[in-house]
């Protein structure tokens, strides 16, 4: 590697955030997201919705991407975007955008998987994190996904055990909208369970293989144990939300907990790392860091705005990949489904 610049520009359009960064040497020099305060009114995301805010957002983003990062658009090398998972209608104008830009600069396109994008956020070049060493195992957490991947080298990936319903972010934002709770209800269920109890209630966890997740029963466990308290007493959530919320969370962090553990009994790593949405959970990161001193792992935690959705780590993909002279094709499309090993 020369001693040379290479600026990166990477764009992230996979659901409601729409998100531009400008990357040097893998060092993050402006990383602006713009959300979507819309969706909040609907409790979820409305595909039709984000891709007309991501039309709105996707100029001026980039444009502040690169005024903050205090470089000229002449001086980008390359142009990664999320070409997938996500949402087709938002990760069209991510994908557009990235197409025309790259064309019109007469520079290479870069188009970058969103599920290993949440992984290789791990190698931003930043003081304040540690990069893993390969392989590693990586809990990957988010509205969409819950997985245990192996990942052996930035784009040598695998997957050992997955959801076989429900991501952990939707059993967060489903058990939020039992007990009433705006969404995303995640980190409102975080905040509360702080001051609860979290053995207060116990809820079942579901039985699947060692390395397999499973949240839908867990959600009507908890809808049906809410039904059957506010029948007695109608103000069980309020009088009850604290303990609710830390027994909710508490059960969910055990599964992810056990599951782990089987991972690293069945490949004997010990390299942990964590990323997407959910990992931004205070007690999901916690529960890795207490494994340093319990298990013995080494454990890697991605910095705060890392976690959800953002461009600087689709950037570092880009980055990692244009390191290795691998561009994508002006007719690259945009996938819907896109599993990280892809």
């Known amino acids: 590697m020369s001693n040379s610049s290479v600026y990166i520009l990477g764009i992230e359009s996979s659901c409601d955030d729409t998100s531009a960064a400008v990357l040097c040497n893998g060092k993050v020099l402006s990383n602006v997201v713009a ?15 984000a891709s007309r805010a991501h039309q709105q957002n996707i ?25 997938g998972p996500g949402l087709m209608g938002s ?10 830009f790259a064309q019109g600069l007469n520079i290479p396109l870069i188009g970058v998987n969103h ?20 392989p590693f195992l990586c809990l990957t957490i988010s509205g ?32 939020g909208k039992i007990l009433g709770l705006p969404y995303p209800a995640g980190p409102y269920i975080d905040k509360y369970a702080k001051q609860g109890n979290p053995k207060a209630f116990t809820f079942t966890k579901p039985k699947v293989g060692k390395l397999e997740f499973s ?27 604290n303990d609710i919320c830390a027994s909710i969370q508490y059960t969910i962090v055990q599964i992810l907990l056990e599951k782990l553990k089987n991972a690293v009994k069945l490949t004997g790593i010990k390299q942990i790392a964590i990323a997407g949405g959910v990992s931004a959970n205070s007690e999901i990161r916690k ?27 689709i950037g570092v993909s880009g980055y990692l990949s244009y390191q290795q002279g691998t561009y994508s094709k002006i007719d690259v499309k945009a996938t819907a489904r896109l599993k990280v090993t892809e």
């Open 35 to 49: 959300n979507q305060e819309i969706h909040a009114a609907y409790g979820g995301v409305v595909p039709e919705l």
């Open 59 to 83: 100029i001026p983003v980039v444009q502040q991407a690169i005024q903050r990062a205090n470089i000229d658009k002449k001086q980008l090398n390359a142009i990664a975007f999320t070409r």
């Open 91 to 100: 990760l069209l104008v991510g994908t557009s955008f990235a197409k025309s």
């Open 115 to 134: 599920m290993q994008g949440h992984i290789l956020a791990h190698f931003i070049d930043d003081e304040n994190q540690q990069k893993p060493t390969f």
């Open 144 to 175: 969409g996904h819950t997985q245990i991947v192996k990942v052996n080298d930035y784009f040598d990936m695998e997957i050992l055990g997955e959801t076989l319903d429900d991501a952990v972010g939707e059993a967060f934002d489903k058990s």
């Open 215 to 241: 949240f839908s029963g867990l959600k009507t466990g908890i809808l049906r144990f809410i039904q059957k308290n506010t029948k007695g007493n109608p103000n069980f959530i309020e009088e009850n939300l």
């Open 287 to 313: 529960m890795i860091k207490d494994g340093e001193q319990k298990y013995g792992w080494t454990t890697y935690i991605p910095k705060f705005e890392y976690t959800t959705d953002n461009a600087a780590m």
